[in-house]
């Protein structure tokens, strides 16, 4: 790696290398003119076998539901989201990778939950 002098140590290694591989992933994309989100599915599905097939089934679903309203949000929502509640980061870790300070990534990720209990239909008032 011919960036690792640019690492200042004011974040973990964690986040400045999610951080170089967002940006690489968003200069590809950006190049090919193909911006879009990618679902984590298989990254982040969890099949409990213990389920009788018609619940499988149902919870299948759900989840198809839940990752097609999540691309339907706005990107910065979705990124917060996928960073926060998918992925797990911290929200100072996630403001570290999105380059944002962490107002920016706490409303982000309420506005995109908001967002995303509309879409799905469980927030009418939102």
């Given at each position: 790696?011919?960036?690792?002098?640019?690492?200042?140590?004011?974040?973990?290694?964690?986040?400045?290398?999610?951080?170089?591989?967002?940006?690489?992933?968003?200069?590809?994309?950006?190049?090919?003119?193909?911006?879009?989100?990618i679902p984590?599915?298989?990254?982040?599905?969890?099949?409990?076998?213990?389920?009788?097939?018609?619940?499988?089934?149902?919870?299948?679903?759900?989840?198809h539901?839940?990752?097609?309203?999540?691309?339907?949000?706005?990107?910065?929502?979705?990124?917060?989201?996928?960073?926060r509640?998918?992925?797990?980061?911290?929200?100072?870790?996630?403001?570290?990778?999105?380059?944002?300070?962490?107002?920016?990534?706490?409303?982000?990720?309420?506005?995109?939950?908001?967002?995303?209990?509309?879409?799905?239909?469980?927030?009418?008032?939102?």
């Amino acid at each position: 790696m011919n960036n690792f002098s640019s690492f200042r140590g004011d974040a973990s290694e964690k986040t400045w290398l999610m951080k170089i591989a967002r940006n690489i992933v968003y200069d590809h994309f950006r190049r090919k003119k193909v911006l879009k989100f990618i679902p984590f599915l298989q990254e982040h599905e969890q099949i409990d076998y213990t389920y009788a097939p018609e619940k499988w089934l149902e919870s299948k679903d759900s989840q198809h539901q839940l990752y097609k309203a999540l691309g339907q949000l706005p990107h910065q929502y979705r990124e917060a989201i996928v960073l926060r509640k998918i992925e797990g980061f911290s929200i100072k870790e996630s403001a570290e990778i999105l380059g944002w300070n962490e107002a920016k990534v706490r409303n982000a990720t309420e506005r995109g939950i908001k967002k995303l209990q509309q879409l799905l239909g469980g927030d009418e008032d939102a």
